[in-house]
């Protein structure tokens, strides 16, 4: 089984989203460093809504829920994503997605792609980094940029493409710079400059690239049985589209047919399910 959809447009009334505080334009550091979204008031006078994810990952630290507290505000939307997080040999490293920034742009969000430049040590991991901190003076040079910026969040979001490979540069060197400061290890950087080379060769090849790893992430899923969970159906895989050339990959843990009556192996059907999905069916 494969479910599919198509979002042909959008269109939401926000009932859930939390009072954001007020933070000055030269107090962003400190609105990062206290709140996962929040309202930033610029020199101009003018008022943005702000949001940043911890990490580049959308299934990591719950960044929908930030972007979702913005989504009311009336005025322009941002949204602050790494390029990549390296927590260290001992921990995860995620990569930014080109499905991320389409998401986004369906949500009429800004995207803020940044880089980190400091952390402190893990207490816990020997190889291990945590609190890092984005490059505010970075951050701040871009949310000037759009604040006079006249065109919508897609088109805006689609310039950040070309500065991906050059900002992962910029990020790689940084983490190579907490690595010597604190005696971290971090990951290869030989696959981190692998990605870079990816990222710099335009929009279609990164979005090509993301969709690859996104499929083969997916099939990962599909095909692994967690021995705790007693579910009567089947993984299946959940496909969407939308009509900005977005789509995502899902993976519901059960689901289920009125065609099929008869019982069948879990394992069985995973296997098929993902052969299946390889051959492009």
């Known amino acids: 089984m494969i479910i599919t959809a ?15 505080r007020t933070y000055h334009f030269s107090s962003l ?3 990062l460093s206290t709140d996962a979204s929040f309202l930033l008031r610029l020199d101009s006078g ?3 809504a702000v949001s940043w994810w911890v990490s580049s990952k959308r299934t990591r630290s719950y960044p929908y829920a930030r972007v979702y507290d913005t989504l009311s505000f009336s005025g322009k939307k941002i949204t602050i994503v790494p390029i990549f997080k390296d927590e260290g040999a001992d921990g ?9 920034i389409s998401l986004m742009s369906l949500l009429g969000v800004y995207v803020v792609i940044g880089y980190y430049t400091s952390a402190s ?17 970075f951050l701040k040079e871009q949310i000037n940029e759009i604040l006079p910026y006249q065109s919508d969040a897609l088109h805006w979001n689609l310039s950040q493409i070309d500065k991906a490979g050059e900002l992962a540069r910029k990020a790689l060197e940084a983490y190579d710079t907490i690595s010597r400061k ?20 335009g929009k279609e090849n990164f ?17 692994t049985n967690q021995p705790k969970e007693r579910l009567s159906g089947i993984k299946a895989p959940i496909i969407i589209r939308n009509y900005l050339g977005g789509a995502y990959f899902f993976t519901v843990d059960e689901a289920s047919s009125p065609e099929w009556e008869a019982p069948f192996d879990r394992r069985e059907t995973h296997e098929k399910q993902s052969a299946s999905l390889i051959r492009g069916h």
């Not at 995860?92 to 991320?100: G, S």
């Not at 604190?182 to 060769?201: C, F, N, P, T, Y």
């Not at 979005?207 to 095909?223: D, V």
Request: net charge positive; hydrophobic share 35%; no cysteine.
């Open 6 to 20: 198509e979002i042909t447009g959008i269109k939401y009334t926000p009932r859930l989203g939390r009072e954001l």
């Open 29 to 31: 550091e400190k609105a």
């Open 46 to 48: 003018n008022t943005i």
């Open 92 to 100: 995860d490293r995620d990569f930014l997605q080109w499905d991320t």
């Open 121 to 137: 040590r893990n207490p816990s991991y020997k190889n291990k980094i945590t609190d890092q901190r984005f490059d505010i003076e």
């Open 182 to 201: 604190l005696g971290v290890q971090m990951h290869s950087s030989i696959s981190a400059l692998q990605r870079i080379s990816e990222l710099s060769k």
């Open 207 to 223: 979005m090509a690239f993301s969709r690859r790893l996104a499929k083969k992430a997916q099939l990962r899923e599909i095909a």
